[in-house]
């Protein structure tokens, strides 16, 4: 059992109302703050986001809430690393003079220094800062998350990730943390597991995700347009947050004349999620970068032919459950539409897809989270 206070930080709630690392800490703190033994503490900022109103509503489980206090400059500066890291060091310090604590940031950032009688555990997604670096603008807040990242990277007694690919992308970058790491995948939520198979497809092609550049957005509308030159009956639905990029967007699709072929859904509840994967004709998912891969393994759950960019990632998760195209290439793509529309799907091997989809869930992953706890406090 763990022995350890747990502290965490929730300062990603401030910055994201919704996202792939968002839903990872529901899932977790769904399961692990339903563990009346094990105590723990939230510091809570000024949030809004679906994993604070998921724990507002139970009431935090009965667990401690630490209200920031934030007035006067705290409110714009709090957020950046450099300042909070300095925070937090003091911040901890006092903490950890009354017990000790198992410290695990929801966001990357973390104290300053190392603090006696705190352990510090941090979960590092992918290195898209790195990998991508060509596609951010060279800003303050992209200096801001790096700096984060590689504080991280030297205060933390353990760094999860959550893919063996962005193991790799880690240690690319900084081979001497080998020994730190640990991977643990993410679970599917248990919404879209043990569904049945819906045999009759609808004509139309899914993306799920923001439109940030390493998502490569613009290809598959790109593809599409060319797709929909020869054939006529399809459609494409989007489904995520895009109220900065949907003007854009619009004009795009009026430019490639597809503006009665595409269905914006925005932001949706899993319940429409799973309704509309599970008719789907394909999903598709054209990134250029990703440290796990949440819509590949629900779409494999729901049991939708999936076309995935060949990144390393995606054939780790989706091996031979899913067709892979080059993320720079709207012709091989465009092939895979083309066959898919014309061949039709594999149904067997959907089938199995959701069979293996079924080995991804949360219990084991939070599971092996609280096993590096326990781990953690015996060094």
């Known amino acids: ?125 992918d290195m898209v800062f790195w990998d991508q ?63 049945n198979f819906i045999s009759n497809k609808r004509k139309t092609f899914v ?16 593809s599409f347009a060319e797709f929909n030159k020869s054939v006529k009956d399809w459609t494409i639905e989007v489904i995520g947050d895009n109220h900065n990029t949907r003007e854009v967007e619009v004009e795009l699709y009026k430019k490639l004349n597809i503006q009665d072929k595409v269905v914006d859904h925005g932001l949706i509840t899993d319940k429409k999620l799973i309704n509309i994967l599970k008719t789907a004709g394909c999903l598709v998912i054209p990134s250029f970068n990703e440290g796990f891969n949440f819509p590949l393994l629900e779409g494999l759950a729901l049991g939708v032919p999936i076309l995935s960019s060949n990144i390393l990632v995606s054939k780790e998760l989706g091996q031979d459950f899913v067709k892979y ?19 039709g799907y594999d149904k067997n091997n959907l089938i199995n897809g959701m069979k293996y989809s079924q080995t991804f869930n949360w219990q084991t992953s939070c599971n092996k989270l609280m096993n590096e706890y326990i781990a953690l406090e015996s060094k």
């Open 1 to 125: 059992m763990i022995k350890n206070r747990l502290f965490y930080d929730l300062v990603l709630f401030d910055k994201e109302s919704y996202g792939g690392i968002s839903r990872m800490w529901l899932e977790i703190f769904s399961i692990i703050c339903k563990i009346k033994k094990i105590n723990i503490d939230f510091l809570k900022g000024n949030p809004s986001n679906i994993t604070y109103d998921f724990l507002e509503k139970k009431l935090f489980f009965g667990k401690n809430i630490i209200e920031e206090n934030i007035r006067g400059y705290k409110k714009k500066v709090r957020v950046f690393s450099f300042y909070r890291s300095i925070w937090l060091y003091f911040f901890l310090i006092k903490k950890a003079k009354k017990e000790s604590i198992t410290f695990h940031s929801t966001d990357y950032i973390n104290p300053i220094f190392k603090v006696k009688n705190c352990k510090i555990v941090t979960t590092i997604h």
């Open 133 to 195: 670096s060509n596609k951010f603008k060279k800003n303050l807040d992209y200096y801001d998350r790096k700096l984060s990242i590689i504080n991280s990277l030297r205060v933390s007694d353990t760094i999860i990730t959550v893919s063996n690919t962005s193991k790799d992308a880690i240690l690319k970058y900084f081979p001497d943390k080998k020994d730190k790491i640990k991977v643990i995948y993410h679970g599917i939520n248990e919404n879209f597991l043990n569904q």
């Open 207 to 222: 993306f799920i995700g923001g439109r940030n550049s390493y998502k490569n957005f613009n290809l598959l509308i790109e």
């Open 325 to 343: 195209f080059n993320p720079t290439s709207k012709n091989e793509l465009i092939k895979l539409m083309l066959e898919l529309s014309e061949i």
